[in-house]
């Protein structure tokens, strides 16, 4: 079964600092990886994702992510934070339907918090 | 500017009653997906379609929740009797799964926010 996990429920960051929102998960075979955004009383917007390739994805609004295997990791970050980055951020995860023989459920984290102060 | 819309965004109802949510996915996506917001949960998955076709909904309750695409334009989630711990935010999706192996882009809606007394 796949699964996928957020550590921490709130990331507090200063405008203009560097931040990382972390993302474990667990999947039969190879991993799809998504990053989504949700706005207060909105529904999720896609940020980025990752199939294969390079480890390094880049996405939406200057945020990119970082996919290690050894570590089974998918972390969000982005160089230089904004206020308006604040938001709940969900990770994402789905198997490799060749191992898995079927299905096509995202499995989504508990969300972090993100906010970014001035 | 191709968007998910979702009717109604908001719906107060008593326990007992049918509730009826209405989705549009993006002209031209072949899935549609529900989600289920709560605190405690999270988002779940409750059912999805490819083609209009249910693939899965092994995460709704069957005796109350039913789903269904009546057309390519439409789908539908209701629940009858509805019961307060259904109150939630349910979210349709929808994307276009061209490789056939539902690695998609899913484009949520806003949100219907179901508050059951």
């Known amino acids: 079964a796949q699964s996928v996990a957020q550590p921490e429920d709130q990331v507090n960051v200063a405008e203009g600092n560097p931040l990382t929102v972390k993302c474990t998960y667990s999947?039969?075979?190879?991993?799809?990886l998504f990053w989504y955004v949700q706005y207060p009383n909105r529904g999720l917007q896609f940020l980025l994702k990752?199939?294969?390739?390079?480890?390094l994805v880049k996405g939406s609004y200057g945020f990119e992510a970082e996919f290690n295997k050894s570590q089974t990791s998918f972390h969000l970050k982005k160089p230089s934070a904004l206020v308006s980055d604040s938001a709940l951020y969900f990770c994402?995860?789905?198997?490799?339907?060749?191992?898995?023989?079927?299905?096509?459920?995202?499995?989504f984290g508990t969300g972090t918090q993100l906010k970014v102060e001035l | 500017d191709a968007r998910v819309t979702q009717t109604p965004r908001d719906k107060v109802t008593e326990m007992g009653q049918e509730v009826t949510m209405r989705c549009q996915p993006i002209?031209?996506?072949?899935?549609v997906f529900w989600y289920r917001q709560t605190m405690m949960q999270g988002l779940e998955l409750l059912a999805y379609?490819?083609?209009?076709?249910?693939?899965?909904d092994s995460g709704m309750p069957k005796d109350r929740f039913s789903a269904e695409m009546p057309d390519a334009t439409l789908a539908t989630l209701k629940i009858q009797p509805s019961e307060p711990r259904d109150s939630a935010v349910y979210f349709c999706?929808?994307?276009?799964?061209?490789?056939?192996?539902?690695?998609?882009?899913?484009?949520f809606g806003p949100g219907t926010r179901l508050t059951v007394l």
């Open positions: 999947v039969s075979g190879n991993p799809y």
């Open positions: 994402a995860v789905r198997d490799d339907l060749k191992v898995t023989g079927g299905g096509n459920k995202l499995t």
């Open positions: 379609f490819r083609n209009r076709a249910p693939l899965d």
């Open positions: 002209l031209g996506h072949n899935t």
């Open positions: 990752y199939i294969t390739g390079d480890n």
């Open positions: 999706a929808s994307g276009l799964d061209a490789r056939r192996d539902g690695v998609c882009e899913q484009f």
